[in-house]
């Protein structure tokens, strides 16, 4: 059969592209190895809880008097009629287990810089200076996605001046050259585990693009899990003529001449197009998918410098009791030993490390399980492959009782709430699980790590240039937006946006930034 | 604004401009050898939770006069660490058709040389008369799994655990307490297994050696229909229920579906709270096939109508039509077969939907009965 784009996976990014692609007229296949659609954006069921799989909080999204890239892009798709997003008042609420503190923050740009000044008097001018250098980023950064590589390098200058000094630092470097405290600035890191690497790492443009799109946007999360966010993506595709083939994985893409042709699924089914969207990560594509002769030798280059990022780990635990008799108030308990990012990026290569973030998701959206229950959710990070080089067949139930164990037990300890004695429902994911699910090499969630070179700037800048394979695209967590819910989604429309210009022969435009 | 992070703005500047020079230069140093897609975690998921095991029945066990214990060996490599109480899924080729079932393991999680499932007659039951009248030793199949939630935990439940059986429900109940006594689990497990008779009961030697050897583990007999000085007679009641501690015990309930019904109803009444109660259940109903109407399968190639009933599940009209759909568990828990109803009316049981789901018409086949002609999508 023949198509004009074929979407390998129907993860955030691999929707978003096939559903773009459908919406613009194309003929659209997307196949996925799984019976349901989402990746990782789904929900599972146990007992009488339906838990979401990943989303703790969208970003980017606001509401129709405050609209984000990810409002935009759901517009653009036609599907906001079909989901119910509900604002979670708090931007984040960190513990420090070492050395006892507490932080909430509230969302909205005032309100954030007050309750800093509360907590770190002296913080003011560095924090408003800090949220000025954001709105300019944010503004850079649209400036840069509209150009679609054609950046004018003096506009870039006169308009974006102080987005063009820092945008090369470290999140760190630029905090200390604003003169914020040091108190200050460590509670504004809060979120660099979202990111996956430590302030003095974290690319400024990437995380600012990130908390201001928090804090002046309003965190949202839908009614029906992120499950609800898939579907409606999916049956938008299906209603608008695209072909689907659930429990299909792709066992081959076929590439001549360096030119993408189509695939071989696992029923043995060729299916050609001009054009592949790979929702999966370049290691199975440049790895496994395509021949190994018809590899490009600068494709094996990009993939080799890469490291892998952070390994997930959660339990899900389903309470009988409600977040009010439990004594959980806030949304988010992101609990660290102390709010130094490079100790505790060291802290979480090790297996036993119980940084994590809490997410309660009923103090949300009260009904997101029956009544007088609790679903919360204990979320840690693995920045090594610590996890793959201890497990094994015969010790995988004992390790996941174990990761169990130390999460429930801190998080008793940062919030002295007792939580053992109301748990109905439990379930652990670990790399495994993820690795089992996604596929992705180790079972990574977020991607390559975000360092250096491999920062959100870099990424975005060439990634014109680092198309090897011709009508061959990724989306999703390993390309250019890097890993998260709403850049993943941002991911699926680059990446439809390639394959329009492509399959219309219009030429791509290099950067020239 | 005007102001530097580095030594200079001009330095800053011109930082800014390397950015994507200097990737691409990282790229071009970086060494040439082939991708090979070959992580030792990814390998491990197919040990782990493998697609499919291929298994020859090494030993057949006779229980009872209709009931047998199946020992499957895999053909090649070894078996998936399990859970006790978890089930695989066999399929049998018969008459050029597929059957898939769903077994509880009875073997204890120690032994991963074999998975032991123990299957009793049921009345006009296609497939267990045929493993139990045809099925010889050396015969291969395919299994998949395993799987399912009905395990014990040490955080959710109770160190006390109170087993309630009903009939053939002992299968995964064995299991757990042959993992107590090889120490792959540690609880104090309380059985309560009723059947009918005495020449119904399975593995009774084998549970009477374990609570007499092993104090973590205690048996309790129940006949319906049959009146012994041995035995208590009756069903499973609220008085009997009532003499153990509530609050004390986890209810691991498992048995035919009305059996479970009863039991909740005496839940509800003792109050018992849902964090105590977990159940596994399995469907015996005859299906008389009175009411006929008509399915229309869709898949992305295909469409084909064929003949369904209103007493028998949508899935086993398919199964009866040689329709390969995807299916595990068969009583509306694990969410495989999950299709979308595109047209007629339909009546469910219990099952577990995703709220998202239940708004585009997504049901189980496996536990969706036709009310009319009905036209289903399968997502393949």
């Not at chain 2, 509880?104 to 006009?124: F, H, W």
């Not at chain 2, 291969?140 to 109170?162: A, C, S």
Request: negative net charge.
């Amino acid at each position: 059969m023949n198509y004009d784009a074929i979407v390998i996976g129907a993860g955030n990014g691999g929707l978003v592209s096939a559903l773009k692609l459908q919406k613009e007229g194309k003929k659209v296949l997307l196949l996925e190895s799984h019976n349901t659609v989402g990746g990782v954006a789904t929900s599972f069921i146990r007992g009488r809880f339906e838990f979401e799989a990943s989303l703790h909080e969208l970003c980017g999204f606001g509401n129709e008097n405050n609209v984000g890239e990810v409002y935009e892009l759901f517009k653009d798709l036609d599907i906001l009629d079909k989901i119910k997003m509900n604002e979670i008042d708090e931007t984040f609420h960190v513990i420090t287990l070492d050395t006892k503190e507490e932080y909430t923050m509230p969302v909205g740009v005032s309100n954030f810089i007050n309750k800093m000044e509360e907590y770190v008097p002296g913080s003011k001018e560095s924090m408003e200076k800090f949220f000025d250098l954001c709105k300019e980023n944010q503004e850079a950064l649209n400036y840069l996605n509209e150009s679609k590589g054609n950046v004018d390098a003096k506009v870039l200058k006169s308009k974006y001046h102080d987005f063009m000094i820092y945008a090369s630092y470290p999140l760190e470097d630029v905090l200390e050259s604003i003169k914020m405290p040091k108190k200050a600035r460590e509670i504004l890191s809060t979120y660099w585990t979202y990111l996956g690497s430590p302030a003095t790492e974290l690319s400024f443009v990437h995380y600012a693009s990130m908390i201001y799109s928090y804090v002046n946007l309003h965190p949202v999360i839908s009614s029906k899990k992120s499950h609800e966010l898939s579907l409606a993506l999916y049956e938008k595709f299906l209603s608008l003529g695209g072909d689907a083939k659930l429990l299909t994985t792709v066992n081959k893409i076929i590439v001549d001449d360096n030119k993408v042709k189509g695939v071989v699924t696992s029923d043995d089914k060729t299916y050609y197009a001009k054009v592949v969207i790979a929702n999966v990560s370049p290691n199975l594509v440049y790895g496994k998918l395509i021949d190994i002769e018809d590899v490009p030798i600068k494709a094996r280059q990009l993939t080799n410098a890469r490291i892998l990022g952070a390994r997930g780990i959660c339990v899900y635990l389903g309470l009988n009791k409600s977040p009010e008799e439990l004594g959980l108030k806030n949304y988010s308990y992101f609990i660290y030993h102390t709010l130094d990012s490079k100790k505790e990026f060291e802290r979480m290569k090790k297996l036993k490390n119980d940084n994590m973030v809490g997410v309660v998701i009923n103090n949300a959206v009260p009904d997101a399980s029956p009544k007088g229950t609790t679903m919360l959710y204990l979320t840690g990070l693995l920045f090594s492959d610590i996890f793959t080089k201890v497990v094994t067949k015969d010790n995988y139930f004992d390790l996941k009782d174990a990761i169990s164990e130390n999460f429930i037990e801190t998080f008793e300890k940062a919030t002295g709430v007792n939580i053992q004695d109301a748990i109905e429902e439990i379930e652990v994911a670990t790399p495994l699980t993820f690795a089992r699910y996604t596929n992705h090499p180790d079972g990574v969630i977020y991607g390559y790590l975000a360092k250096k070179s491999d920062n959100l700037l870099p990424r975005m800048m060439n990634q014109n240039n680092e198309d090897y394979v011709e009508g061959l695209y990724f989306a999703g967590g390993f390309a250019s937006r890097l890993s998260g819910y709403s850049s993943t989604y941002k991911s699926g429309e680059m990446s439809a946006l390639k394959a329009l210009a492509k399959l219309d022969k219009k030429e791509v435009a290099k950067d020239e930034v | 604004m005007k102001f530097k992070v580095g030594a200079s703005e001009k330095l800053d500047m011109l930082k800014f401009k390397n950015l994507g020079i200097e990737r691409e230069k990282i790229i071009n140093s970086s060494y040439i050898d082939a991708i090979k897609f070959d992580y030792k975690l990814n390998n491990l998921v197919n040990e782990i939770h493998p697609k499919e095991i291929k298994v020859k029945v090494a030993n057949i066990i006779n229980e009872n006069l209709e009931t047998k214990t199946f020992e499957l060996k895999p053909i090649n490599g070894t078996l998936p660490n399990f859970k006790a109480g978890q089930y695989i899924v066999l399929d049998i080729n018969k008459n050029n058709h597929t059957y898939k079932r769903s077994y509880s393991i009875s073997s204890s999680p120690k032994n991963l040389e074999s998975y032991q499932i123990t299957v009793k007659r049921v009345r006009n039951g296609l497939v267990s008369n045929y493993l139990l009248n045809d099925v010889k030793v050396g015969m291969e199949f395919t299994i998949h799994g395993p799987f399912g939630e009905f395990t014990y935990n040490k955080f959710r439940d109770m160190p006390d655990v109170l087993a309630l059986v009903g009939g053939s429900g002992i299968t995964p109940i064995m299991s757990l307490a042959r993992a107590i006594n090889d120490k792959a689990e540690d609880f104090n497990l309380t059985i309560i297994y009723g059947d009918r008779e005495e020449k119904d009961l399975i593995f009774k030697k084998e549970l009477d050696e374990l609570a007499s050897q092993n104090e973590k583990i205690k048996v309790k007999y129940l006949l319906s229909d049959e009146h012994s000085s041995v035995y208590d007679t009756g069903l499973i009641s609220k008085d009997i229920i009532s003499e153990y501690e509530i609050g004390k015990y986890s209810y691991f309930v498992c048995g035919p579906i009305h059996f479970y019904h009863h039991l909740n109803e005496i839940f509800k009444e003792l109050d018992v709270p849902n964090k105590y109660i977990r159940h596994d259940i399995f469907k015996e109903n005859e299906i008389l096939r009175h009411i006929k109407h008509e399915l229309t399968v869709l898949t992305n190639d295909e469409e084909v109508t064929i003949p369904c009933y209103e007493d028998e599940p949508l899935l086993q009209a398919l199964e009866e039509a040689s329709i390969d759909a995807p299916r595990k568990c068969l009583v509306g828990v694990c969410g495989f077969c999950r299709s979308k109803l595109v047209d007629g009316k339909i009546r469910t049981d219990e099952t577990s939907l995703r709220e998202a789901d239940k708004d585009y018409n997504y049901i189980h086949p496996c536990v969706s009965y036709p009310l009319s002609d009905v036209t289903i999508k399968l997502c393949k």
